[in-house]
Structure formats: C-alpha cells, structure tokens
C-alpha cells in the first residue's frame, strides 16, 4: 500500500466544486500546526506537496491529491487559529462540516490530534460533532517522537492519547481506530496506508 504517484488536482472553495470522477477519498483535518503538512509530505514521501493549503487565499479551501491514479487524499484547512476573528471560524466551521455531511466519496476522515500536549478544547468538540454525526473517522495522532519531562509535569505522548480516547468516548457508538504517528521517524505511516487500503476495500 505504498504512494508510487502522487498528483495535485485542485483546490476547490465548494464541496460542489470537488472532482466528480467517484475515487474514493480520505480527508486530513487537524488544528493548524498539528503537523499536517509535515504528514502528508511523509505520506508521500515528498518534502513539499502538501504546501498549497498553507498559500494565502488557499487556506480556505479543500485540496485534492491523486494517488496511484486511483484514490484521493484530501487536504483541508487547520482549524483553531487564535488569531481568527469569529467570523472567519463560523465560515470555517459551514465550510468544511458541509463537506462531511455531503461529500459521498468520503471514506474516512482523518483526524489529526497532537500526541505531545494534553487534549484541547477545540479537539475534543472537533470529535464529537463527527462521532455525533456518525461520520466514519480515523484518530491520528501527530508528533510521538515528542517527549515531556516529567519533572516539568508534561505527559508522554501514550498517556495523552489514552485520556484524549477517554474523553471522546461517549460520542461515540464504537470507539474510533487510531493509530499513532511521527513526522520525524516515520512512524505510523505504513500503518496509515494499509489501513487507507482495507477502508477503500470494504
Ligand atoms: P500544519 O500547520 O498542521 O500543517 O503543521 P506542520 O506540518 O507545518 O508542522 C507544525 C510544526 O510541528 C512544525 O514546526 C513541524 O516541524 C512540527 N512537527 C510536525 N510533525 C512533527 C512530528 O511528527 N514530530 C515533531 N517533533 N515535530 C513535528
């Protein structure tokens, strides 16, 4: 299950506006900075692919990457900027929850969650809403090479995934795989890609 091809399509600002040839997709979300980029470049095994969705004017929209000539990765804007005025987090929130909601190629959303801090807010909302709205969703979790010192009361990245589950659990009716990742090793990247390959294959 390997990426041998790779391919920037478009960026469209309305899920309408996506490509209609019916290839199965999975869309990447995640709090800005949570290493999104970083994941799908490794995904890929490029150093820069993914930067469209970080150029002015395309940070607003979704991104779309053909791999294999048979399947897309979906690259959609960061969410929780602080600097964001509420306007533009309320369109944020239309925008891409109406392309959950309505999107019928989408097999999975991947949600990227940072293993190195404990749970936030905006996270823990982020999920829900997809576990209340019954959207298939897979928890990845960014950044598990990063280790806290104890002594300065950080968490290892495991204990942050396992409360962060604890947390989410109620929304849903069974608890979401997840799989943990690193930009940095690699790690959890074969793993994304043979589980993308089982989902396309149900
Ligand atoms: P994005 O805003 O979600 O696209 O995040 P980026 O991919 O640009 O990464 C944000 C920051 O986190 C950058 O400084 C990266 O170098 C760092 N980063 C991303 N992934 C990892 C990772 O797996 N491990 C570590 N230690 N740092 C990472």
Not at 52 to 59: M, V
Request: hydrophobic share 35%; net charge positive.
């Amino acid at each position: 299950a390997q990426v041998a091809e790779a391919e920037f399509v478009k960026s469209s600002v309305r899920t309408e506006d996506c490509p209609s040839d019916g290839l199965p997709e999975f869309a990447l979300v995640g709090r800005s900075n949570v290493g999104k980029s970083s994941l799908l470049n490794s995904l890929v095994r490029r150093r820069k692919l993914a930067l469209t969705s970080k150029k002015p004017g395309k940070t607003q929209c979704i991104n779309h990457f053909r791999i294999n000539d048979s399947w897309y990765l979906v690259d959609l804007p960061g969410y929780g900027y602080a600097v964001a005025p509420q306007e533009l987090r309320t369109d944020w929130g239309k925008f891409t929850k109406g392309y959950f909601l309505n999107r019928s190629t989408l097999v999975s959303v991947f949600l990227l969650i940072d293993a190195s801090i404990p749970a936030k807010k905006i996270d823990l909302e982020y999920a829900s809403w997809l576990g209340e709205n019954q959207i298939p969703m897979t928890l990845v979790f960014t950044k598990c090479d990063k280790r806290k010192k104890k002594k300065n009361g950080g968490k290892r990245p495991e204990e942050n995934v396992s409360d962060f589950q604890e947390l989410i659990r109620g929304f849903f009716q069974t608890a979401p795989p997840w799989i943990m990742t690193s930009s940095v090793t690699n790690q959890g990247r074969d793993e994304i890609l043979l589980h993308m390959a089982q989902l396309r294959n149900y």
